[in-house]
């Protein structure tokens, strides 16, 4: 047999076996161009990230607070964990995205989703400061958020009120939102570190039923890496998920880190069947984000990761939450 025509009958023998492993694009749908710090690697390193991981799109956005080097700290800290100085929210980190993507070319842009974060979700002029910057760069912001409400320690340390997603703050930037066709990225937790029932979750549920023009992306499906660092896993989660996306078609849901172990996959690394049916049942709700912040080396680490669950989905389900349901919650206006 020729040789081109023994490596057709091997193609032809691995792909209708299965063996042949999937390729995804990605679009990550939560990525944080500066850490706490309001530091960035820089644009150089995430357009490598994005051109050596097959990530098409990705939604940029700041970090809403600074964590302060506080007077009386010796060291710098390196996170905002790091000591016990607060954190202070802080608009500038918008002018830092909106710095950076200006630069890029006009091709590379159409890669580029800018998220609008910094101000206080505690001030009900927030809505008013959103509506200057909108003006201030005319078609550039595609999303509001991440915006930081319920966040377990990082609450604990930021300075003021904590903010709730259902607080007049809020309601007003929904309105914003929906009427300039803009989503929502919210970071608004499940439940505290130690309550085992869903007792934050009215704050995320009222606005929900209330604005269902606007289109709201719960971050980490409301769990948190502190969450899980006390009570494991929240057997609760899935079926109040359920509910949620059955009632509320304005709801999608951000899958990123703290929802893949221990949710999507086992301890040995084996998707869940209970979640693979979920995402089935809703293909258009789901989306991967790496949050990653500042540092863009391991974003295709992290959206790889999500390979084993994607696997296990129907080929055209896992392209949707890979890439393409990302796309189809930004504003209308932005080309697809
Ligand atoms: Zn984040």
Known sequence: MPLTR???????????????????????????YVDFFQETAGMPELLKAMADNHIEHVMISGIPVAKKWHEDEPKRPRYYAGDDADAYWYSATDVIVAAAVSKLTAEQRQHFHPFLSGFNPNDKNSAMHIQ??????????????????????????????????????MTRIYHLAAENDLPVLLHSNITSKREKNALYLPEIEEPLRNHPHTRFIWAHAGTSMEIHRHQTRLDFLLPTLTRMLETYPNLYIDLS????????????GKPREAWIRLVERFPERFMLGSDVVGRFDKVGKELRSFDPFLDALPEEVARKVA???????????VAR
């Open 6 to 32: 023994l490596i057709f009958a091997w193609l032809l023998a691995v792909s209708s076996s299965g063996v042949m492993a999937r390729e995804y694009t990605y679009s990550d749908a939560h990525l944080h």
């Open 132 to 169: 200057r910057m909108l003006d201030l760069y005319p078609g550039l912001w595609q999303g509001i958020g991440e915006v930081f409400t319920r966040h377990d320690d990082l609450t604990a340390l930021t300075s003021g009120d904590t903010p709730r997603a259902n607080n007049e703050a």
């Open 257 to 268: 880190w703290s929802v893949l172990t221990p949710y999507l996959l086992d301890e040995a």
């Open 323 to 333: 890439r393409d349901n990302f796309l189809t919650v930004l504003p209308r206006s």
